[in-house]
């Protein structure tokens, strides 16, 4: 079964700077993955999908890398803000019709 | 705005007590989800739904069921509450059609089991 790994350990960074967010997978290439944004006491909310076929995607501040050869996706907020501290998680989907769901990085921006 | 409702924000129910959980989507999606959310385990499938009385479990069923009688509402129960069951319980919706489509979550019940 596919496994997904995103680092337990908060990231602290200041404002203003670039963070910067993993998530590894073992198995087989997903087809797809998803990035999702979850505030406290609240349920996820979609952010941004990049496909397999895709090197990069970007939204305003955000930006997610996928390397299939590297069996990782790496998701970037530039110039980080307060209010972008949150738990963000990654879903990925082998073809599976259900995406499978990273336990989360936690990002505190400090003002 | 599309929205996925609980009905429940917070509940506190006895071990050994049935417990319904209900969630309401009105985007008119066709699949539907019931995930626990737990410190350091993640989101965790329960049971979803393709369409209207269609289910299929997902990676933790044992002690739950689940009802979708009519689209737009997915019922989670706990035929008899443990302590053990005690987590956030997240509905979600999507629409169908491919697999890469975003899920809407609904904002989440917390369900403590004395």
């Known amino acids: 079964s596919q496994k997904i790994e995103q680092n337990s350990e908060a990231l602290n960074i200041q404002e203003g700077k670039t963070a910067t967010l993993t998530c590894n997978y073992t198995?087989?290439?997903?087809?797809?993955l998803q990035w999702y944004r979850q505030d406290p006491g609240r349920g996820p909310v979609f952010l941004l999908l990049i496909r397999e076929n895709e090197k990069e995607k970007r939204k305003e501040r955000l930006k997610v890398t996928f390397d299939t050869t590297l069996k990782q996706s790496l998701f970037h907020i530039t110039a980080s803000q307060p209010a972008d501290s949150a738990t963000y998680l990654c879903?990925?989907?082998?073809?599976?019709?259900?995406?499978?769901f990273g336990r989360g990085t936690s990002l505190i921006v400090h003002p | 705005d599309v929205k996925v409702t609980q009905s429940s924000r917070y509940l506190v129910k006895r071990t050994g007590e049935k417990v319904f959980l209900e969630c309401v989507q009105d985007?008119?999606?066709?699949?539907m989800f019931w995930y626990r959310q737990d410190p350091g385990l993640g989101l965790r499938l329960i049971y979803f739904?393709?369409?209207?009385?269609?289910?299929e479990k997902g990676d933790i069923p044992e002690g739950y069921s689940v009802s979708r009688e009519k689209k737009e509402r997915f019922s989670l129960i706990l035929e008899s509450a443990s302590t053990n069951q005690t987590s956030m319980y997240l509905c979600?919706?999507?629409?169908?059609?491919?697999?890469?489509?975003?899920?809407?979550f609904g904002p989440g019940t917390r369900l403590t089991v004395l």
């Open positions: 985007m008119d999606h066709e699949n």
């Open positions: 198995n087989y290439s997903p087809a797809y």
């Open positions: 739904s393709y369409d209207v009385k269609m289910k």
């Open positions: 879903a990925l989907s082998v073809g599976s019709y259900i995406p499978t």
């Open positions: 979600a919706s999507r629409n169908s059609g491919a697999s890469y489509n975003e899920q809407f």
